[in-house]
């Protein structure tokens, strides 16, 4: 069985959150199932497959929030996340991510799913996903669920 089920999001930095969501929503007809807005940015969560989604996120005068037409110059993309496919599997990566250097272990819950960090050999920070919640009826903060 494979460890990994998918990818889970893609985090995409955008210049404007509104034409972003309304793009996906008419284009492709994808559910806008949270969105928020905190003093620092606006972010939303657009469910593109039964366990995947895209994550735009809205930061004032970011200079990567365009993206650039060439290819392998584009830029905005803050970071994927990987879905386990398992409980177990999700465990058993999270060690290896920190018997490996990439990762401190910290496990987070963000409602319907939960999270660890790892930065990888090129130094690009990604994240594992657990989810938790398959109809994605919460998402929140991030609160420690462990270490």
Not at 54 to 59: A, G, N, R, S
Not at 121 to 130: A, F, K
Request: overall charge negative; proline content about 5%.
């Amino acid at each position: 069985m494979a460890l990994i089920s998918g990818i889970n999001h893609i985090a995409i930095l955008t210049s404007d959150l509104e034409r972003f969501i309304h793009f996906y929503a008419r284009v492709f007809e994808v559910d806008v199932l949270f969105r928020e807005a905190t003093p620092s940015f606006q972010h939303a969560i657009l469910r593109a497959g039964p366990s995947s989604w895209l994550h735009p996120v809205e930061v004032p005068n970011n200079a990567h929030a365009a993206a650039i037409p060439d290819m392998f110059t584009r830029g905005h993309l803050d970071h994927l996340a990987l879905s386990a496919s398992t409980i177990q599997a999700f465990e058993t990566i999270c060690n290896r991510l920190v018997e490996h250097g990439a990762s401190n272990g910290v496990v987070e819950d963000l409602g319907a799913f939960h999270a660890i960090w790892f930065t990888d050999p090129d130094g690009m920070r990604g994240e594992l996903s657990l989810i938790v919640d398959p109809d994605l009826r919460e998402f929140h903060a991030p609160r420690r669920a462990r270490e």
